[in-house]
């Protein structure tokens, strides 16, 4: 017969498996993202900025024709009034030339808003308004309508997704977990002790394309949140077809889904993004 003190060691020992199966439980997790049966991809730092060098450097100039569908409210979190779709055409030249040109959404024959931004600056004409207006891409919203705020500068940073400047500190995160799988890639730039984070690249690791980037202010805010779909190939080279911007805190949305695309078409010159004011119209100037 057993010792009474290993009599008690055994009940004890006994207890603790009784409670080890009756207390634990086996839980399935879904898979990386929430799909089954795909392979996660990796990629360093290096390989991504290589990706984007590969969408971007091909890219000196284009001509777009696309359905441009905004919408105005609260991005986050609240209700979006949305409006009716327009057809819209789109020039680029490299560095930063862009004009955008809206037709009436019901004959395409009329102009509803023509915008160009060369370097800092940008025009913009409403003809339904007689209204012209001029300015510094960096000046503040000037409109309590959010539409009215729209500038060339916005399509310009978000139809193009640049590498990283030289300087730029960058940073690699591996965002994975049941509902998403990303890699995201940060830039920071500024003064040693006054870093900031300039913008963000997001990469699905499933395909390791070019899915979303944001920018933000020297406070950190988002200023532009720009989703890319549906990538296709524009002759040899890809560009995403479904372009959608968000600007919080302007509190618009543009999607713009591309009809047709031609990259680097020999007529693109700095001609083309000429707008004079036309005569009689009233002037706003921006600073």
Known sequence: MLPQSRRLLFVVCLAVMWLESCFVHHRRTPPPGNVANRPLLTASKQELINRIHRAFDPIHSFRMRADLSPAVGKLYGGELTEYATVRAYVLFLRPDDIRVLGLDPVLHSSTIFDMVSTGSEFRVYIPSKNR??????????????????????????????????????????????????????????????????????????????????????????????????????????????????????????VTMRVVEMTINPPDITSAKFSLPRPPGTQLTVLK
């Not at 913008?199 to 202010?217: C, H, M, W």
């Not at 990538?231 to 949305?253: A, C, D, F, H, M």
């Open 132 to 253: 012209f207006v001029t300015g510094n891409n960096n000046a503040p919203p000037s409109s309590s309508k959010p539409l009215e705020n729209m500038r060339p500068e916005a399509f310009l940073h978000s139809l193009i997704v640049e590498p990283p400047a030289e300087g730029d500190l960058t940073l690699l995160e591996d965002d994975t977990d049941e509902s998403k799988a990303v890699y995201i890639l940060f830039m920071a730039a500024g003064e040693p002790g006054q870093l900031h984070f300039t913008r963000a690249v997001y990469f699905d690791r499933y395909s390791l394309g070019i899915v979303r980037q944001k920018t933000f202010n020297p406070a950190g805010d988002i200023v532009s949140e720009t989703g890319y779909g549906d990538w296709k190939p524009y002759g040899e080279i890809s560009y995403p077809s479904v372009v959608t911007i968000q600007r919080p805190k302007e509190g618009y949305e």
